[in-house]
């Protein structure tokens, strides 16, 4: 991807620059191998951040259910992982080798069509884009042609949220159940469970997040991007300039979709297990605020808050269980009360304009020492 004053302007660039040297640099060389596997699990969640940018910083789409898309993608690469793991030599001691446990308890003894064929590597590549691509296309068609948005909107996406959960626990034979989908142990004969497996993942997906990033800012700074802004902003005068209003919304709602699943996929490799808990409203709604305190007006700003808000939940998990959903709302109203734009607000406000002087401030002494070197006078 070529850097340049085009594609990221000064405080872009430095933004891309300092995230690169922390999750490259910093990050791998700093921590051990456990807690670099909790920051790619952090990570995971920042390809829904990145999406939310687009569909609700840019597009002004509200979504409260992007876990759906997440727990897609993840189930998706699951079923892969799985069936690689219920080889018949691994599955002999069931009452049906060759099919995942959960499948031999609630005494299925054949392998579901829909699961065939998820045996191709390739297959499920692709069913990790279009599955949750295809499923955020239909609601989009069926919500956005129909100038159903705002609050509507969201309700309608925590409902599909919450029908998702209940789809996946219902179906114990065919989904894992409450359970999920544990005990992923290869990826095409490569064990994924080791340390070294665990620092490559994570560099995979850090390369993963970039490629995404820089198909976000290819967006933003496209016509596309500005019709999405205007579209936010004043959403019937674009309708009267010609510009179809609900496909521009369907493209937004499926990158974000797409970015989600993307996420979820890679959860599925790091963690080694996928279930129901990362579908439903609750998680659907953390993505939300990870969004808004990183800033959703900011592609930087969403990573780090997706980053941020999940450490400082390992933290106070680990010290007071009982306090981090409180924490979490009351993150979430001083985001609402104090810093509207999140992080990426306060930096714009308070920290850029003071770098900026700095390097203004350079400039000018800069020119001046120039000047009088060249008027005869003696240099410092």
């Known amino acids: 991807m070529i850097i340049n004053s085009r594609f990221f302007n000064r405080s872009e660039l430095m933004g891309f620059i300092a995230l690169a040297a922390v999750l490259f640099v910093i990050l791998p060389l700093t ?23 687009l569909c609700w910083g840019y597009g002004g789409i509200l979504s409260l259910g992007q876990g759906v898309f997440f727990g897609l993608g993840g189930y998706c690469m699951a079923m892969f992982l799985k069936l690689e793991a219920s080889s018949v030599e691994n599955t002999k001691i069931q009452s049906t080798p060759g099919i995942p446990d959960f499948m031999d308890w609630n005494q299925i003894t054949a392998l579901p069509l829909f699961w065939q064929p998820f ?18 296309l239909i609601i989009g068609t069926a919500m956005f042609k129909r100038r159903v948005g705002g609050t509507y909107f969201a309700i309608i996406t925590q409902a599909v949220a919450a029908i998702l959960t209940i789809l996946i626990v219902g179906q114990q034979g065919y989904t894992g159940g409450i359970n999920g989908m544990t005990d992923l142990r290869t990826l095409k004969g490569w ?23 820089g198909i976000a800012q290819f967006i933003r700074l496209t016509k596309l991007g500005r ?29 974000a979709a797409i970015f989600a699943a993307i996420g979820g996929a890679m959860f599925a490799l790091n963690v080694g297990f996928m279930s129901p808990s990362f ?39 680990e010290s007071f269980p009982q306090l981090w959903l409180f924490g979490l709302g009351a993150l979430f109203i001083a ?36 000047n009088s070197v060249a008027d005869g006078a003696p240099a410092e």
């Open 191 to 213: 064990d994924i469970r080791p340390d070294h497996a665990k620092i490559i993942l994570y560099f995979v997906e850090v390369v993963l997040l970039f490629a995404c990033i």
């Open 31 to 53: 921590l051990d191998v456990f807690r670099l596997n909790l920051v790619a699990k952090y990570l995971t969640y920042a390809f829904v951040a990145l999406g939310l940018v």
């Open 335 to 370: 985001v609402v009360l104090a810093f509207p734009n999140g992080l990426s607000g306060l930096w714009a406000d308070y920290v850029q304009p003071r770098i900026d002087q700095l390097f203004a401030s350079r400039r000018a002494k800069a020119g001046w020492n120039d």
């Open 279 to 317: 579908v439903g409203i609750v998680p659907s709604i953390e993505m939300v605020i990870y969004t808004a305190v990183g800033g959703r007006m900011s592609i930087f700003g969403a990573i780090w808050g997706a980053i941020l808000v999940n450490f400082a939940k390992t933290s106070l998990s």
């Open 119 to 136: 045996h191709s590597l390739t297959f499920t590549i692709f069913a990790i884009i279009l599955v949750p691509g295809l499923f955020a």
């Open 227 to 255: 019709i999405l802004v205007a579209m936010r902003e004043q959403e019937d005068r674009v309708r009267f300039s010609g510009y179809s209003v609900a496909n521009f919304k369907i493209f937004a709602f499926c990158m």
